[in-house]
């Protein structure tokens, strides 16, 4: 992959980089502005689920002919889809080392690297990025230098914008989630930063308030996520969400500022799919060979994302539920930490469900799988990307939140009917294989269930879709940005 990188040992590039004449760039009338280019740099969490979809704004940014300065790590970087060739000349990649930290795996950049009993270290080793970050920011607003117009920061980001502060630079937090979310991260955040008391929110669920006070919990890298974000949000100027009104009618309308900031929504987000986000480029992947030997609409897509894997007994009940409910099925697995490869399944599941089902640990090109005609259905840990992700094919959903904000993602889709949860222990979130056959029956299989979920999912697919209106919350974005610089 070719793309420029300019690491902190040159720096003095940078001045030169940014403040470079841009060359003209094909764009709609819509988007052409008199105006003089903004010069953005955007800091992701160290996610595959917060680099993509901010490479995704910083492209859609470039299109409109600003300029985009990407900072993250090398290995993060290298991993990247390309930028279009359009507007590569406006995306410059500022890799900053990730400094080593004992514990962590070697070369453990982003969290798909990182055991999630690591994580913790992950972040201490991203805290150690301040002081890289700080220096890079000073030569970008160095004599020569095109100064940054704005910073904009993921919400963990607390010395980012601490640094925008030092520099005199505009800073927007990113919270990419849903205006639901950020409403009740809005009702309890300042309160859970200061204290280990946490109030559940509406509809939260009794084992959720587990993930809710790990959130608050200080642990190896000496500050908690809700402190973090506290922080960051009390620097900014801005808070983005990746929402809209169409999206949310009923929240977006009440959400006008977060912790006293004004609160812009971004859109959706959504990746192209004829883009580099977990796209096949030659059509050659195998779990795609696979799905070509399907029947059309037969196959449920598992996948839980990367970041918190399930227990081996947990894989082994979604397994056996898998089996039980008698449908195709492709699962992206991440295997659980300390598991050996022989053991990950339950004895005889692949002999048991040979020719109907696919297991596979590596990469899968998620896009390309979702807009493959043989899937039916996508059994999703309702990340906010995966959420956007299945319902821009218009896929029913089967839901099985494990952490964060994926519960309260979850119930928002239900109460859309576009999908149900499998079914929980209240207590601890447990689950069973007769939960999981029911809940990937009722929405895969069983034809009266299926044609309900179906239709309501292809009504939010016509919003994910729509991309004159995710381009709407672009222009709008970019006009509060210059309004405050004006």
């Known amino acids: 992959m070719s793309r420029q990188l300019l690491r902190l040992p040159d720096l003095q590039l940078l001045a030169a980089c940014s403040g470079r004449a841009c060359p003209p760039v094909a764009m709609d009338d819509s988007s052409i502005t008199t105006s003089s280019p903004l010069h953005v740099v955007i800091c992701p969490w160290l996610a595959f689920g917060h680099l993509l979809p901010c490479l995704d704004l910083a492209e859609r940014l470039a299109s409109r002919g600003h ?41 453990a950049e982003s969290t798909n690297d990182v055991p999630y009993e690591k994580f913790e270290l992950h972040r201490k080793a991203f805290d150690g990025l301040a002081a890289p970050f700080s220096e890079f920011l000073g030569a970008a607003c ?24 030092q520099h005199k630079v505009r800073c927007a937090m990113l919270v990419l989630a849903s205006a639901s979310m950020a409403a009740m991260w809005a009702a309890g955040v300042a309160k859970q930063a200061a204290s280990s008391e946490v109030q559940p929110a509406a509809g939260t669920r009794r084992f959720e308030m587990e993930w809710k006070k790990m959130a608050t919990t200080l642990r190896e890298s000496g500050m908690s ?48 799919p004829e883009g580099g986000r977990g796209v096949s480029k030659d059509g050659q992947d195998a779990t795609l060979i696979w799905l070509d030997g399907q029947p059309a609409k037969s196959v449920v897509y598992v996948a839980l994302g990367s970041e918190v894997p399930l227990r081996a007994d947990q894989v082994h009940e979604l397994a056996l539920g898998l089996k039980l409910a008698g449908t195709r099925f492709l699962w992206a697995l991440r295997k659980p930490s300390g598991v050996t490869d022989a053991d990950i399944l339950p004895p005889g599941f692949d002999e ?120 709407r919350c672009i222009d709008g974005f970019i006009q509060r940005l210059r309004s405050f610089k004006e």
């Open 225 to 272: 996520i809700a402190e973090r974000a506290s922080l960051t949000l009390q620097r900014c100027d801005l808070v983005l969400i990746r929402s809209c009104l169409e999206w949310e009618p009923e929240s977006i309308p009440l959400l006008a500022t977060l912790g006293g900031k004004p609160i812009v929504p971004l859109g959706l987000l959504p990746p192209s």
């Open 67 to 107: 300029r985009v300065s990407f900072v993250s790590t090398p290995r993060n970087i290298a991993r990247l889809p390309p930028v279009r060739p359009a507007v590569a000349h406006l995306v410059d990649f500022v890799a900053l080392p990730l400094p080593r930290v004992e514990g962590l795996p070697e070369g």
């Open 352 to 471: 048991r469900t040979r020719g109907r089902g696919l297991v596979v640990t590596g990469w899968v090109p998620q896009i390309s799988v979702l807009a493959h005609g043989a899937v039916a259905a996508f059994l999703t840990h309702c990340g906010w990307n995966s959420i956007i992700e299945g319902l821009l094919f218009g896929h029913p959903l089967i839901m099985l939140p494990i952490f964060g904000d994926q519960g309260p993602n979850a119930r928002l889709m239900e109460g859309r009917k576009v999908g149900v949860q499998v079914a929980r222990n209240e207590n601890d979130g447990s689950f069973d294989r007769d939960g999981v056959a029911t809940a990937v029956r009722a929405v895969g299989v069983e034809e009266e269930s299926r044609r309900v979920f179906v239709a309501n999912a292809k009504k939010m697919q016509e919003i994910v879709a729509d991309s004159e209106c995710h381009e």
């Open 142 to 165: 160095a004599e020569g230098g095109r100064k940054p117009d704005w910073i904009i920061v993921d919400s963990f980001h607390h010395w980012a914008a601490a640094a925008a502060i």
